[in-house]
């Protein structure tokens, strides 16, 4: 398995509650080497289906917030326009931190951090996989879990990903009940998003009174040029400035960011699929990047999970057992990359209604 993410974690902890071992190679020198993100809101037949395979769902209830669920949507002036709170026992969709997620996933997992992979080659007897530091392992089975970027994937596809046209600049607010408790009560126990012409900014509980903040616009690719990304005041300056005219407290979700992560949005074709290599399969964003509508990581959960249990099932059988995943997952991915293509098509469009309109379609 190559990528310590939320697929490959998955696959290795299956693996490993059927007795089977599994290495994990993670270019990361360990699971606290960058921050882990935002929150995650794991559905009911996907992402938490994957962990009750792993054994870990009584775990994930325990730390996950269901009144993370809440979603409320304001107009740029500040209007509240939708207010959706999970009703009580509502557990479709509750939140959890990634690295709670991650922490909960690794449990007795032996990962090799530090361990960066630049390739995989198959031959007539098994995969070489090429190691950053020069050195080569050989494996019967390598499962590409390692993200947008993913060196595994030319092994069985030569497809790269492409930009969407809209771009996340992401910040964060620490302790915003006591610090800011006016963006407290109008963020609510859940989301808050508010949509413009082409832009938009979404806000999203974490635990422990953290915000995480995501401005959203369409833009060349290079729209951040002229600047220098560790320059925050500048940054922010572009940023408050496509964001004229909006509400006071939505501007201050902004304001009051003090470090800025770039991050434009890829995705790869909704159809992504590749001829079967024996030894040789991706899984997750590896396999098919798709815009971050709460479904990525969720897919890539139950993936690593249903691939484990598939080989644990059988494994003499191995390249049956890959043969029949990657069939299954690529016609669910394909139906999900349609319609988070779709949703982000209207999330960030000239029209901010459409974007409304969205969430009056799957919102209960």
């Known amino acids: 398995m190559v990528g310590a993410g939320p697929g490959g974690l998955a696959f290795a902890r299956v693996l490993h509650r059927h007795g089977h071992p599994v290495d994990v190679l993670e270019r990361d020198s360990g699971p606290a080497a960058r921050p882990p993100g935002g929150t995650l809101d794991l559905h009911k037949g996907l992402g938490q289906l994957a962990l009750d395979k792993a054994g870990l769902l009584p775990r994930f209830r325990a730390l996950s917030r269901p009144e993370g669920q809440a979603m409320r949507i304001l107009d740029v002036d500040g209007t509240v326009l939708r207010d959706w709170q999970p009703r009580p026992g509502d557990d479709a969709n509750p939140e959890i ?152 407290p939505l501007l201050d979700l902004l304001r009051l960011g003090r470090a800025f992560a770039h991050r434009p949005l890829y995705t790869l074709p909704v159809d992504h699929t590749w001829t079967h290599a024996s030894g040789v399969t991706l899984l997750g964003d590896a396999a098919h990047l798709m815009p971050p509508l709460g479904v990525g990581a969720n897919l890539a959960l139950l993936e690593g999970a249903e691939l484990a249990e598939a080989i644990a099932a ?47 379609e799957v919102q209960p």
């Open 97 to 248: 931190d990634r690295g709670q997620l991650r922490d909960l996933l690794l449990g007795p997992l032996d990962v090799r951090w530090g361990c960066g992979v630049t390739r995989a080659v198959p031959d007539d007897r098994g995969v070489v996989v090429q190691l950053a530091d020069g050195r080569a392992e050989r494996y019967d089975l390598v499962v590409g879990a390692d993200g947008a970027w993913s060196r595994i994937r030319p092994a069985v596809s030569a497809v790269t990903p492409h930009y969407t046209g809209v771009t996340t600049v992401e910040t964060a607010l620490d302790d915003v009940d006591s610090r800011h408790p006016d963006l407290a009560r109008m963020i609510g126990d859940g989301a808050l998003a508010v949509y413009g012409v082409n832009r938009g900014i979404v806000a999203q509980r974490n635990s422990g009174g953290r915000v995480r903040v995501y401005a959203q616009f369409r833009a060349v690719q290079d729209w951040h040029a002229d600047l220098d990304p560790a320059d925050s005041e500048a940054v922010q300056s572009r940023l408050l400035a496509l964001f004229d005219g909006w509400a006071a």
């Open 314 to 360: 059988d494994p003499a059988d191995l390249d049956g057992a890959v043969r029949a995943f990657e069939e299954r997952m690529w016609t669910r991915a394909t139906t999900w990359a349609t319609i988070t293509q779709a949703g982000l098509e209207r999330l960030v469009s000239p029209d901010p209604a459409a974007a409304i309109a969205l969430f009056d």
